[in-house]
């Protein structure tokens, strides 16, 4: 480290006696190597005769709800179908940084996928404001976007402002959730349990909302239709198959995710 250090003439770590982090040149260079190292690991898997076959190490990432509910019970055919993947999967609400070499592919719900990334739409995360009977019956039922104002919020600290698409075009709702959590689950039960007003993914509350749970409110409106569920991956020359194959079997089991269900 300290002879290329000397080499490029500037400091790529900062060093301390307890801990180590790049500095803003490192972190670019780190940026760019990355990739590279992904084309020589993809380059050698071609020569080598392995890049046909769906086999070896598989990481992937996806946010806690969705994962639990809609990535993980597609898990077990995949694996019966390609028994030499040696899949992990971590669920996280967290920002997972992918061009560290850590993980191989994440599902993201969004409507960017990030600077530098590949992203493969899967499936339309329709969402739609919904709040509790309970909630509704004590504060009342909002006319219009406007009366959101007066009325408790709920999300996630990266969620708002709320991006809505109704008769009016699309409208930016600024606000403040009334309580601050980094966990999509925790919304859901808040709202579940009358704390206020949330902008769900019918894929999260489509249940609630069909025995009565929660209830649907300013129909006219939902969130952005920008909004998408991805798979995404760094930049490759060519995605080993056993990520090919995955994203197509993720994107098979998604299908009609985005129905209603009548709702």
Not at 9 to 28: E, F, W, Y
Not at 152 to 172: K, M, N, S, Y
């Amino acid at each position: 480290l300290v002879r290329l250090e000397q080499r490029l003439g500037t400091r790529l770590v900062h060093r301390t006696t307890r801990r180590m982090a790049p500095t803003s040149a490192g972190q670019d260079l780190l940026g760019a190597l990355l990739p590279l190292r992904a084309a020589l690991r993809e380059a050698e898997d071609r020569i080598a005769g392995k890049q046909a076959e769906i086999g070896g190490p598989l990481r992937i990432t996806a946010p806690t709800s969705f994962g639990r509910m809609h990535v993980v019970p597609h898990l077990p055919a995949f694996l019966e179908r390609h028994p030499e993947v040696d899949l992990a999967i971590d669920l996280s609400d967290e920002f997972v940084d992918l061009m560290d070499g850590n993980y191989d592919l994440a599902i993201r719900i969004g409507a960017r996928i990030g600077g530098g990334l590949v992203g493969h739409r899967l499936a339309t995360s329709n969402r739609v404001l919904c709040a509790a009977p309970a909630y509704l019956d004590r504060f009342g039922l909002p006319a219009g976007i406007a009366d959101l104002t007066r009325h408790r919020l709920l999300a996630t600290e990266r969620q708002l402002p709320w991006h809505l698409d109704g008769p009016e075009g699309t409208v930016i709702h600024h606000g403040r959730s009334a309580v601050r959590t980094n966990s999509s689950e925790v919304v859901r039960e808040l709202a579940v349990g009358g704390c206020g007003i949330a902008l769900r993914s019918i894929w999260d509350v489509a249940d609630m909302l069909a025995s009565g749970a929660l209830r649907r409110i300013l129909p006219a409106w939902r969130g952005s239709r920008e909004v998408g569920i991805f798979a995404v991956h760094p930049p490759a020359p060519a995605l080993p198959a056993r990520v090919r194959a995955l994203m197509d079997h993720l994107q098979d089991g998604l299908r009609g995710l985005e129905v209603t269900r009548g709702i």
